[in-house]
């Protein structure tokens, strides 16, 4: 296993609560020493685009993943269609950024519907429709599966083995270099069959996100926990990862309403440092 | 597909929010026209167990299972022992009060773990030693796979799956009729393989609880909605319960807090009856 150095790191911009526009985070990320950062849409859209790209290349940061798709599961096709749409215009600012993968965080059922099955459709057809542009603007696309507890109204993906059978079922997808998954301990650290299902994702890991579970969890979207602060074996499970050939950034990813958003950036991010190397 | 009445049905005690002691729940299920129901061990401990257990029969009910398992997860051999014998003694309650089963929620990591592989393996442990005892009271153990997001604390057994493959590995277990599992379509509802799992189960299904999973949830532990108000496709789940030979009662367990726990028992049976006809 490598010995992490905050080189190896990317710091998504989630974990310091979007207190400060895109230009004071990036150079905060690059001073405290990180190799990459993880934009959002949010911090994106709107700005420019070209000059948020050039900073970030400036600073010596990479761009691991771009946050990410809009929820692709419509109660009707306009709505489908809008969505991949959507995604399919924000993977072409992700290759501006030159982000290597576009995060997709596929969302839930929609509005009025309990058939996750035709949601988990909707999902795979719009992955297929948007694999081409993700190739022709050298972008991995990465199907990211979320806790189950997401599973209504964030991500009707929820299993590491549902992802890669996705990955696998995207028509014309198979070994399909540009599309694979995004693993955030988070969302899979409970799953009894991840070691195997980590294993079978070899060479298909986009991305690789920490962050912990907090005991009691007072908010299961905004209360995730520093490394070493929960239950998650951190370190155990980025074995696994680096045991199946993944060998690119450890992606700091804490949405902490009350603790980490609340403090300053340098010092969350000093804290990161440490963990690092302590925890993670 | 069965036609549901009412005498197909069990109440949950719980679903009531422990508002009345044991002796008017039960008069109010009776009453309400229901077949049966689960009471709790905290309704039943300390008092007289024959004599609740004469009321029960006497009222007409008969009792699928008994709720539930002390935790057994711990981070020592003696704590280990004690939530075995506690478990040993409540089986023999459960037999008192002729429940079918004893149903098994059986904890999460003991505190300071992050070894999740480990709680699991001393949950396998605990359930061989328990089998004999429960096989000798005529009481089944059920093992109920919790949804993920009690995974830290209160059960490292999230799937339906994982819950089967502990049936067969718990020693000299396998097609032994006294174990099996409980399904609750709250937890497991947005499983990606839960129609093979419920197939897999057939046989094994001793218990079947209903609820629903509601959008926005407020609380994952005590903000279940009643049938019809959520995403879940409860008929559809109930479907493949039976299609695996499942003809027991169905279950109604609602946390509910904020809501059902807070009106008048006989108002929120009331509802139970419509919604098993509706949506259940």
Not at 29 to 54: K, L, N, Q, S, Y
Not at 197 to 203: H, I, L
Request: net charge negative; with cysteine.
């Amino acid at each position: 296993m490598r010995r992490l150095s905050p080189g190896d790191c990317a710091i998504n911009t989630a974990t310091l609560g979007f207190q400060a526009p895109i230009g004071e985070v990036i150079e905060a990320v690059a001073r405290a020493g990180f190799g990459a950062i993880a934009p959002w849409r949010r911090e994106v859209e709107g700005g420019d685009v070209t000059a948020i790209a050039r900073q970030i290349r400036d600073a010596g940061l990479a761009v691991p993943g771009y946050c990410r798709s809009t929820y692709i599961p419509a109660a009707d096709k306009a709505g489908f269609d809008a969505n991949v749409d959507a995604n399919r215009r924000a993977i072409s600012d992700a290759a501006v950024l030159g982000a290597k993968s576009f995060v997709m965080v596929v969302g839930g059922l929609p509005t009025g519907s309990k058939d996750i099955a035709a949601a988990r459709a909707q999902v795979a057809d719009a992955t297929g429709r948007l694999l081409g542009h993700a190739r022709a603007c050298g972008v991995r696309l990465a199907l990211e599966p979320l806790h189950p507890v997401y599973a209504a109204d964030r991500s009707c993906l929820s299993l590491l083995s549902e992802a890669l059978d996705m990955c696998e079922a995207v028509e014309g997808a198979t070994d399909d270099p540009w599309l694979g998954v995004c693993v955030d301990v988070y969302h899979v650290w409970w799953d009894p069959n991840l070691r195997r299902d980590m294993a079978r994702a070899s060479g298909r890991i986009l991305g690789f996100h920490v962050c912990d579970w907090l005991v009691p969890t007072a908010d299961v979207l905004n209360d995730r926990g520093m490394m070493g602060d929960g239950v998650i074996d951190v370190p155990g499970i980025r074995g696994m990862a680096e045991e199946a050939g993944y060998a690119g950034f450890v992606e700091i990813e804490i949405f902490s309403a009350a603790n980490w958003w609340k403090r300053l950036m340098v010092e969350t991010l000093g804290v990161c440092r440490e963990r690092l190397a302590t925890a993670t």
